[in-house]
RNA sequence: GCUGCUGUAGCUCAGUGGUAGAGCACUUCCUUGGUAAGGAAGAGGUCAUGGGUUCAAGUCCCAUCAGCAGCUCCA
C-alpha cells in the first residue's frame, strides 16, 4: 500500500499501482474529473502514472493540480504543443520534430518541413487540432533504454530527436516518450491525462528558429500558439495582446507626433520631433537637476575618438563587428585595414595577393619600406599596424566611459577630489544587427544618462548603495514601482572577459553585498556581464506587466587598469581608482519609447508635451483665448489655443485624441467673468473656475509629478521573463 | 546577420496584366457653435529603388533598400 500525505496534512492509502487520478478519485469523482496534474515537492508529474513509478518517497506528500493552478496551466500547454505538432504532422509530409516547450502565456513547436507553413495554414491546423482534442485521447508515457529510443526515432524519421538523443541527452541511460494515438513524442512531460483537458487553443504566429538556437544551425520553421482553461481566459489573454499593440510605441509616436525614423537619414536612426523632444528634455532636465544635487559634474565629450583610444579600453576588438566602421583620415587607411584582417584570418595571404596589396597601397600614395612579405605574419601585422598609428583613425564613439577615463587622467589626483562624478548625456553609435532595429527601443544612435564615478576601494560600496537609490527615486518619478534587479555576473565557464580573476571577484562581492544589505529584490544571473565588470540590472515592469531592462549600475575594476588611472593617496603613494558606470534611464531612446508605451501615449501632465489646450468657442472669443494663453505660459505651462473655424465639438475631440490632459473652454461667459471652463482629458467637464485656481491646480499637479493614470494591471499576462521556464527541456 | 511576411497619397488601407482609388489629415470658401466629428470645393502619387518577362506591369520574376514577426546578438 502506498502512503499519501494530502495538502492539509492527512494521510490516505491506495494500493501501490495508485496515480494521482485515483487518488482524487477517493476524494470526489468531481476532483477526479478536474485533475490535470499533481506535483510531489516542487516537481509536476502526471496524474495519469502510478505514483510509486514517480517518487519513492513515503509517505508521498501528493498535491493535486486542476485548473485553477498556473502550473496546470503549463502541463496544459505542453500537451497542447504535442497536439498541434500531431494536427501538423496529420497534415504535411515529412515533418520532422525538434523542440516544443511552453512559454509565458503559451507554446511553440519547432519543425523541419518542406512546406513553408504561413497564417493561411493556421486554419487548417486549429482544425486539425480541433478534432484531436475533440478524441479526447489520453496521453500515454513509457520508457525506454538509449539503443532502443534511437531506433525508434528512426523508425518514426525523427532524425532530428536521433540527433539529440545522441548529443544534448548523451549522460541519460533511459529515455521517456509520449504516445497519444498514431503520435509519439520524446519527451519528458508531464502531459495531461486526455487531450479533452484542453478547453481553449489558439496558433498566433510563425516564425523561423535555428536549431539549438545555434546561429549556424539548421534553420526551423515554428508554430506559435496559446492554450488555456476557458475560451473567457483565452479571450482575456488576446485582448491583453491587443492592449499591447494599441500602446505600441512606433504606432503611437507616428500619430503623435512624438519621433520619426526613415530610410533616408538612416535606418534605427531616430529623429526626435518637437513633442517627443519636449519630453526627452524634460526627462533630462529633471535628472541633470537631480545629480547637480547629488555631487556629479557636467562634461562633454566629442562623438568621436581615436580608435587607440577604444584598443586600450577592449570595445574595439570586442565589439568590432557591432560598431560603424571607422572613419579614415587617410584614404588608404581602409585598405591597410583590410589587408591585417586578411593577415590574422584563418586564410592568410597567397604571396600573389600580398604583391596586389602592396602595389594598390602604393598606388595610393603609401610607403611601407619596413615591410618584408618574408617576415612572419606578426612583423608584418605589427609594421602594418605601426603604419596605422601614424596615421589616425576616429572611432564614432560606442561609449562615453574611454573619454570620461581620459578626463580623470587630464590632470593628478588626490584622494580627496573623490568620488569623481562625472556625467554627460552622451550620444553613441552602434551598428545593431538589422534584425535588431526596433522603433526607439532598439537603434543605432543612442543618447545614454551615462555617469561614471571614480572612487577609492572604500567608497566602493557607498557609492554603488546611493547610485541603486538615485535608480529607484528617478523610476519611481514616472510612476514605475514595480521592478527587481538581476545581478549579472560573468560566465564562469567563458573566456570574453578583461581583467584577473581577483579583481572579477571583489566586483562581484561588492555588488551583492549591497544588494543583499539593501534588502531589494534581487536575483543572480551568470554570462549576463559586460565584458569589464558585473551589473546590477533593473528591470522594470510597465503597467500592463510587461518586463524592461532599462537603468543599469556596473562596478569596473578593469578600465582603470586599462587606462592606468591612478590617485595619490593619502600615504602618498599612487593608488588605482574603482569605476562604476551607471545610466538610470538606459538610453534617452528606449527609456522615451518604453514611457509611451507604459502611459499609452498618455503622458502625466509634468511630462506631457502640451498640457492645455485652449478652445475658443467661436473666433469671436479668440483674442480671450490669447490671453488665458499667455497668461498660462508666464507660469510655464505649455499651452496652445486652437483658433481654427471649427465647432468645439470638433475642437475638443481632437484634443482628446491628441491626449493633452487638459482642455480650457472659452465662451462669451468666460470671457466676461475671468474664468475658465476646464475639461479634464479623463473626467470631462469640470465647470467654470476662476483662472487663478486653473493655475493653481496645474502648477500643483506639475510640482507633484502626479501621475493620474495607468491601465490597470492585468492578472491575465504573466511578466515576460528572459528566460523559459525551463520545466520542459526536451 | 538568418528565416518568413510586407512596401500604393502625410496616415490607415482597397486595387490579381489593360487610363491610380477611398476615408481621415491638408488648403480655400460657407458656417460662429457650450464639452468626442457642421457643409462644400480643391490640391496631393516616378505605386520603395533598380533590372527583367510581356503588345501592355502597381499587379508576374530577380536583385537591392526599408519595415514587421521570430531566431541570434546587445558595451
Not at 497534415?91 to 523542440?99: E, K, P, R, Y
Not at 512606433?250 to 537619414?265: A, S, T, W
Request: aromatic share 8%; hydrophobic share 40%.
Amino acid at each position: 500500500m502506498l502512503q499519501i500525505q494530502l495538502p492539509d496534512g492527512s494521510l490516505v492509502e491506495h494500493p501501490d499501482s495508485a496515480t494521482a487520478l485515483d487518488v482524487a478519485a477517493g476524494i470526489g469523482s468531481r476532483l477526479a474529473k478536474a485533475v490535470v496534474a499533481a506535483k510531489v515537492n516542487d516537481r509536476i508529474i502526471d496524474a495519469f502514472r502510478p505514483l510509486a513509478e514517480l517518487t519513492d518517497l513515503s509517505p508521498i506528500p501528493l498535491q493535486l493540480l486542476t485548473d485553477k493552478d498556473p502550473e496546470a496551466l503549463d502541463v496544459l500547454r505542453h500537451s497542447s504543443a504535442h497536439v498541434m505538432a500531431r494536427a501538423v504532422m496529420r497534415l504535411f509530409d515529412g515533418v520532422s520534430l525538434a523542440f516544443g516547450p511552453t512559454i509565458n502565456n503559451g507554446f511553440y513547436y519547432d519543425f523541419d518541413l518542406d512546406h513553408k507553413l504561413s497564417e493561411d495554414d493556421f486554419a487548417a491546423i486549429e482544425k486539425e487540432m480541433a478534432k484531436i482534442v475533440k478524441e479526447s485521447e489520453p496521453f500515454e508515457q513509457f520508457s525506454m533504454d538509449r539503443s532502443q529510443a534511437i531506433q525508434l526515432c528512426q523508425d518514426l524519421g525523427q532524425a532530428l530527436k536521433v540527433e539529440h538523443i545522441e548529443t544534448g541527452l548523451a549522460e541519460h541511460d533511459q529515455l521517456g516518450f509520449y504516445r497519444q494515438g498514431e503520435f509519439v513524442d520524446l519527451c519528458r512531460g508531464p502531459h495531461i491525462p486526455d487531450a479533452g483537458k484542453i478547453k481553449a487553443f489558439k496558433l498566433l504566429s510563425v516564425a523561423g528558429a535555428y536549431w539549438k538556437g545555434d546561429a549556424k544551425g539548421k534553420q526551423l520553421q515554428r508554430l506559435y500558439g496559446t492554450a488555456w482553461f476557458s475560451s473567457k481566459d483565452q479571450q482575456d489573454y488576446l485582448d491583453q495582446l491587443e492592449e499591447a499593440k494599441r500602446r505600441d510605441h512606433r504606432v503611437l509616436g507616428k500619430k503623435l507626433g512624438l519621433f520619426h525614423i526613415n530610410p533616408e537619414v538612416g535606418s534605427g536612426l531616430c529623429l526626435w520631433l518637437p513633442k517627443g523632444a519636449r519630453v526627452r528634455v524634460l526627462l533630462e532636465d529633471f535628472l541633470r537637476n537631480e545629480l547637480l544635487n547629488r555631487g556629479y559634474e557636467p562634461v562633454y565629450s566629442p562623438h568621436i575618438g581615436r580608435v587607440e583610444l577604444y584598443e586600450t579600453s577592449g570595445h574595439f576588438p570586442y565589439y568590432r563587428d557591432s560598431q560603424f566602421p571607422p572613419l579614415f583620415v587617410e584614404q588608404a587607411g581602409g585598405l591597410i585595414d583590410a589587408w591585417i584582417d586578411r593577415l590574422q584570418s584563418e586564410a592568410g595571404l597567397s604571396a600573389d595577393e600580398e604583391m596586389r596589396l602592396s602595389d594598390a597601397a602604393e598606388v595610393l600614395g603609401v610607403e611601407l619600406p619596413d615591410y618584408k612579405p618574408t617576415d612572419d605574419v606578426a612583423t608584418r601585422i605589427a609594421t602594418l599596424q605601426a603604419w596605422q598609428r601614424q596615421h589616425e583613425r576616429y572611432l564614432v564613439k560606442p561609449m562615453n566611459c574611454p573619454h570620461h577615463a581620459q578626463m580623470f587622467r587630464a590632470q593628478p589626483r588626490s584622494y580627496k577630489q573623490l568620488p569623481l562624478r562625472l556625467m554627460e548625456f552622451g550620444t553613441v553609435y552602434r551598428y545593431e544587427q538589422t534584425g535588431e532595429l526596433n522603433g526607439m527601443l532598439r537603434v543605432r544612435g543612442l543618447t545614454q544618462d551615462d555617469a561614471h564615478i571614480f572612487c577609492t576601494s572604500e567608497q566602493v560600496e557607498e557609492e554603488f548603495r546611493n547610485t541603486i537609490e538615485l535608480t529607484r527615486f528617478v523610476l519611481e518619478s514616472v510612476g514605475l514601482s514595480d521592478y527587481r534587479i538581476q545581478l549579472s555576473l560573468r560566465d564562469p565557464k567563458s573566456d570574453k572577459y578583461v581583467g584577473s580573476e581577483e579583481n572579477w571577484n571583489k566586483a562581484e562581492a561588492a555588488l551583492r553585498r549591497v544588494l543583499e544589505q539593501s534588502g531589494l529584490n534581487f536575483h543572480a544571473e551568470e554570462g549576463e556581464a559586460a565584458f569589464y565588470g558585473p551589473k546590477a540590472d533593473f528591470m522594470v515592469r510597465d503597467c500592463i506587466g510587461r518586463q524592461w531592462q532599462l537603468g543599469t549600475v556596473q562596478l569596473d575594476y578593469n578600465l582603470p587598469e586599462r587606462f592606468k588611472l591612478e590617485y595619490v593617496g593619502p600615504d602618498n603613494a599612487m593608488h588605482r581608482p574603482v569605476m562604476i558606470h551607471r545610466a538610470p534611464f538606459g538610453s534617452m531612446e528606449r527609456f522615451v519609447g518604453m514611457l509611451i508605451e507604459h502611459f499609452a501615449g498618455a503622458f502625466p501632465l509634468w511630462l506631457a508635451p502640451e498640457q492645455v489646450r485652449i478652445l475658443p468657442l467661436s473666433e469671436k472669443t479668440n483674442e480671450y483665448a490669447l490671453q488665458i494663453e499667455q497668461q498660462m505660459k508666464a507660469v510655464g505651462l505649455r499651452v496652445s489655443t486652437d483658433v481654427r473655424g471649427a465647432k468645439v465639438q470638433a475642437k475638443i475631440r481632437d484634443a482628446q485624441l491628441e491626449l493633452i490632459p487638459y482642455m480650457a473652454v472659452v465662451g462669451p461667459k468666460e470671457a466676461e467673468t475671468g474664468a475658465i471652463a476646464l475639461r479634464d482629458r479623463l473626467e470631462g467637464d469640470l465647470g467654470a473656475l476662476p483662472i487663478e485656481q486653473v493655475l493653481q491646480k496645474l502648477q500643483t499637479e506639475v510640482q507633484q509629478r502626479t501621475i493620474r493614470q495607468v491601465a490597470k494591471h492585468s492578472e491575465i499576462l504573466e511578466p515576460t521573463q528572459e528566460t523559459s521556464s525551463g520545466l520542459h527541456e526536451y
